[in-house]
């Protein structure tokens, strides 16, 4: 490992963009500056851009071109699709099902629906982080509208059982979304086998640009369906099919479309290659460090995804020694504010307080390398050592 370089293991918070995104999004803010809605031949060029990138995001997913709606983000792609079938559909219900691990585009939205008198229901999970597909079908009842659960959590990695979840939602005639920011290009998704109606994703976790996403929305490409089930949250002009005014962020969309054609064709190679590493990692990690263990499934988790406990030890100051080893990883501990919540994800797989903030994230990407991960390998026995040594709560 050459001692300047900077060790990014951190992919589940973004990725750095693929050099190929860089240049076709370089290549349209130079050059595709019409408004994809003008008629004339420069807008048409831009709408071509839209064309395209809408054609490669929907092969990922096996979905239909027309049913992708460009959106600004995965958190806003996250909120149309719970506000908007909420509105929608308050006549028909006011019951809606998600998971108690959601993310928090997703948690929040539901939260604020509950102060508008919808009754939201947080599904527990087990201590992998699956949800029972058997507890959700009991909690469905004629007043159930939607269901909302991630296709793979964010934090421990976690891949739901979204087969059984979609299947019980058509049966049941209820609305399924999936927030699958975290699984969109990294695992195999078909929507259509999988009985989804509505889908969230985001561009910065597949090497793409921040502030672009998307939400697949199920039979919203013939016109006359349009909004047959959703509403908009936003109001303005007819783009996107009504669903998402605002005139399209062509360049960055023109990126996602491309790290979206990347993904599917590194798909193969990738899963099984991310596995081994991951797989290395952890065990490797378990087996050097003492009263470390694994959050997550064993094996019902994303490739590029690791998430350990390390008792005694804060996960904050494991990241700031990390850092200094030029290390990027995160932690479920106070994340990102003055907060000393611990991550509602760890709270609801079991953990303690005290536990939950000894956790790690490691993510890895399609740039990390073998040296990489052993390099991580060599630096973090001593620094959760060296912690131990001076930690207050050392049993
Ligand atoms: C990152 C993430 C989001 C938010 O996506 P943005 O594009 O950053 O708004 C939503 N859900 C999950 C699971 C995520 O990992």
Redesign the pocket.
Known sequence: MNSSEYVYLDY???TPMDPQVIDVVEKHFKNTYGNPSSLHSAGQKAAKVLYNARTSIASLINADRKDIIFTS????A?NIAIQGVAHKNKDRGNHIITSSIE?H??ENPCKFLMKQGFDVTFLPVDKFGLVDPIKLQEEITNETILISI?F???EIGTIEPINDIGEIAKDNDVIFHT?A??AFGKIPIDVKELNIDLL?A????IYGP??V?MLYMKNQGIRQNWGKYIDPIMFGGGHERNMRPSTENVPGIAGFGKAAEICEEELPIEINRQIKLRDRLIKTTLDSIDDSYLNGHPKKRLPNNANFGFKYVEGESILLDLDSGKIAASTGSACSSASLEPSHVLSAIGLTPQDAHGSLRVSIGRFTTEEEIDYFLEKIPPIIERLREISPVRK
């Open positions: 589940a918070a973004t983000s995965g958190t806003e996250d993310h585009a997703v991630m793979a959590n964010n927030d920011v975290q969230s985001s561009a910065h976790k921040k502030g996403g």
